[in-house]
């Protein structure tokens, strides 16, 4: 299985822009990048996904690099309630997602 | 709208003890899956079901079993509990990815201690 490697831990501040980086060199091409976060005591919700272009959503954007060995994803003004593990997960042709340890971002005001 | 809901919520078990946590979803989705996260680590796969009638193995399936004789229901058991499954148990559900976005929606968890 493809797997996916992130950085353990980040911080940012109040209202200025988050880049969480993603590497994934194995990602094979049916294989879509997911983005989930995870608060304190839920469980994880959806934030986004891609497979080769750009993505932007209500929430987040997905930048992804042109070989597919990499993304970032982008909260464009961070605020406190976007204090979570993000995890950075490969989803296989059929829909089974394999999380990682995630990166734990804090934010500061 | 419910969701995924998970039952119980909090259970304590001695070892040796089965159980089984239950887990309904009510948007109509074909996957379902369990999985179990441990403190300070990311989510493993246990088991999960792509419909009525089918499970297959994940990750992490060695004690546990499964069962999807509904739809909406998944059910995950533990036959003779170990302290080593002590953990906090995630269901979650989806569309098939094919003509969706593939988006787990998670239940809020089933904290389980084994003693």
């Known amino acids: 299985d493809a797997k996916t490697t992130q950085p353990n831990s980040m911080e940012s501040n109040e209202e200025e822009p988050v880049h969480l980086p993603c590497n994934h060199s194995?990602?094979?091409?049916?294989?879509?990048i997911h983005w989930y976060r995870q608060l304190p005591s839920q469980g994880p919700e959806y934030v986004i996904h891609?497979?080769?272009s750009n993505v932007n959503n209500r929430m987040a954007s997905l930048a992804i690099a042109e070989d597919r060995k990499s993304s970032t994803l982008i909260l464009h003004r961070a605020t406190l309630r976007d204090a979570a593990v993000y995890y950075c997960i490969l989803q296989y042709r059929w829909g089974k997602l394999i999380f990682g340890q995630g990166t734990e971002l804090s934010v500061k005001p | 709208n419910a969701g995924v809901t998970q039952t119980p919520k909090f259970r304590v078990l001695k070892t040796g003890q089965s159980m089984t946590l239950l887990c309904a979803q009510d948007?109509?989705?074909?996957?379902m899956y369990w999985y179990r996260q441990d403190p300070g680590m990311g989510l493993r796969l246990i088991h999960y079901s792509v419909g009525e009638g089918t499970t297959a193995k994940g990750e992490v399936p060695d004690g546990y079993n499964v069962s999807r004789l509904k739809k909406q229901n998944f059910l995950l058991g533990l036959e003779s509990a170990a302290p080593s499954q002590t953990s906090v148990y995630f269901c979650?559900?989806?569309?098939?990815?094919?003509?969706?976005?593939?988006?787990?929606?998670f239940g809020e968890g089933s904290r389980l201690t084994v003693l």
């Open positions: 194995t990602i094979s091409g049916t294989d879509y």
């Open positions: 979650a559900s989806s569309f098939p990815p094919t003509g969706h976005t593939g988006e787990l929606f």
């Open positions: 891609g497979l080769t």
């Open positions: 948007m109509n989705h074909e996957y």
